[in-house]
């Protein structure tokens, strides 16, 4: 089963904005959406917005999300040290009925 | 609070099986799917399965049907994954996470499949 793409790294210099895109298709991404998960190094995932795009309370407004046709995007604006982490998108396929990740979007803040 | 947390992991030989269990806590536990997702050494997450709250609807990814086997007890708050014919690729972290959007996760059991 494919996964949804993901770019595998991005950096950015501290206090500059990061957008991390994933992309999907009309069965997954396009038709419900997005979840969007945060994983610091050697810690559990955690989420950060839920495919309707609500925010869990206790995540930063520094975050946000939006989508366009099949494709997902998270934005951290205002990047901090301890934005450095793993970023997955998770999406439910309709057609597949399963859950598919991306591959991750491993972001280093410079 | 919620909590997850996730038990019977180990050291397992090539063929060999192995039962994961999940013990839920602070919310009532049959209202909520639940999932399992595991991540191999290095790796990103990979959906495992998942079986509703009331429902009974389960679904498995493709390499876990006819090998693995979700499972829950609402009465005791509880998730199982059976895993059996248990093979190298298999060794990693397994999580159990709530819901549908994976809004609360456990700790984690490592699952190493060798000889």
């Not at chain 1, 069965?27 to 945060?38: C, H, R």
């Not at chain 2, 495992?48 to 429902?55: D, F, H, L, R």
Request: with cysteine; glycine share 12%.
């Amino acid at each position: 089963q494919a996964g949804l793409a993901q770019p595998p790294s991005m950096s950015r210099d501290l206090r500059q904005t990061a957008t991390l895109t994933c992309s999907g298709s009309k069965n997954n991404v396009g038709n419900q959406g997005a979840a969007w998960l945060q994983q610091r190094q050697g810690h559990p995932p955690k989420l950060l917005f839920y495919r309707n795009n609500k925010r869990p309370s206790g995540i930063s407004e520094r975050f946000s999300v939006s989508r366009s046709g099949n494709t997902a995007s998270l934005t951290i604006s205002g990047l901090q040290a301890e934005d450095e982490a793993d970023y997955y998108c998770t999406a439910w396929d309709s057609d597949l009925t399963v859950w598919l990740f991306g591959g991750g979007t491993k972001l280093t803040v410079l | 609070e919620v909590q997850l947390v996730e038990s019977g992991g180990g050291l397992v030989q090539p063929g060999g099986s192995l039962r994961l269990s999940c013990a839920a806590s602070g919310f009532t536990f049959g209202s909520y799917g639940m999932n399992w997702v595991r991540q191999a050494p290095g790796k990103g997450l990979e959906w495992v399965a998942y079986a509703s709250g009331i429902s009974g609807n389960i679904y498995y990814a493709d390499f876990a049907k006819g090998r693995f086997t979700i499972s829950r007890d609402n009465d005791k708050n509880a998730l199982y994954l059976q895993m059996n014919s248990l093979r190298a690729d298999d060794t990693a972290m397994y999580y159990c996470g709530r819901a549908s959007d994976f809004d609360y996760w456990g700790q984690g059991v490592l699952v190493a499949v060798s000889s």
